[in-house]
T-cell receptor, first 113, second 113 residues
Framework: AQSVTQLGSHVSVSEGALVLLRCNYS??????LFWYVQYPNQGLQLLLK??????LVKGINGFEAEFKKSETSFHLTKPSAHMSDAAEYFC???????????FGAGTRLFVKA | SQTIHQWPATLVQPVGSPLSLECTVE??????LYWYRQAAGRGLQLLFY??????ISSEVPQNLSASRPQDRQFILSSKKLLLSDSGFYLC????????????FGDGTRLSIL
């Protein structure tokens, strides 16, 4: 069975600091991995996706994530946080041939001025 | 381009009243469709998904039901709402037969009084 674990329900960084949001997955077959962002009272928006083409994936708004099979991780990073990055972030995994996506519990990112 | 519409944006209903939330997708055919619920400060709970007209899979036993009367229309219903049905309801779609991302509507905030 697939699962996704996001380490840290809340992460706080200063504006301009590195953003690191952690995600570990469990999947018996090669996974498809995604990061989504959710702003208050809105739906989820796709940030980036890993579909086995390249281990380092670049997304929107300056975010990127690296797929590490040996660590079963797909951590999300951004070199310099902006105030507008404050939101909730979800890591998700879909199994090859599957209809369903498993979402992590989410990490709320706070950005301090 | 593809778009997804969800309405209403907010809804306040008394306990025991019926519910109908509607979701439509434009610009694509034969999508997979999904209903999620997001309780305050919590992750996404998959309620229903559909891979075709009239085909509904339920993930969680509850007093909610879903229907797909047309290819790009997905409806979430209840005959009698409970207090525990309060939450943020999200509709999503994905391309069928491709392990791609899901695309979300803006959600409906449902409050039960």
């Amino acid at each position: 069975a697939q699962s996704v674990t996001q380490l840290g329900s809340h992460v706080s960084v200063s504006e301009g600091a590195l953003v690191l949001l952690r995600c570990n997955y469990s999947s018996s077959v090669p996974p498809y991995l995604f990061w989504y962002v959710q702003y208050p009272n809105q739906g989820l928006q796709l940030l980036l996706k890993y579909t086995s083409a390249a281990t380092l994936v670049k997304g929107i708004n300056g975010f990127e994530a690296e797929f590490k099979k040996s660590e079963t991780s797909f951590h999300l990073t951004k070199p310099s946080a902006h105030m507008s990055d404050a939101a909730e972030y979800f890591c998700a995994v879909t199994q090859t041939g599957g209809f369903k996506t498993i979402f992590g519990a989410g990490t709320r990112l706070f950005v301090k001025a | 381009s593809q778009t997804i519409h969800q309405w209403p944006a907010t809804l306040v209903q008394p306990v025991g009243s019926p519910l109908s939330l509607e979701c439509t997708v434009e610009g694509t055919s034969n999508p997979n469709l999904y209903w999620y619920r997001q309780a305050a400060g919590r992750g996404l709970q998959l309620l229903f998904y559909s891979v075709g007209i009239g085909q509904i899979s339920s993930e969680v036993p509850q007093n909610l039901s879903a229907s797909r009367p047309q290819d790009r229309q997905f409806i979430l219903s209840s005959k009698k709402l409970l207090l525990s049905d309060s939450g943020f309801y999200l509709c999503a779609w994905s391309v069928r037969s491709v392990n791609g991302p899901q695309h979300f509507g803006d959600g409906t905030r449902l409050s039960i009084l």
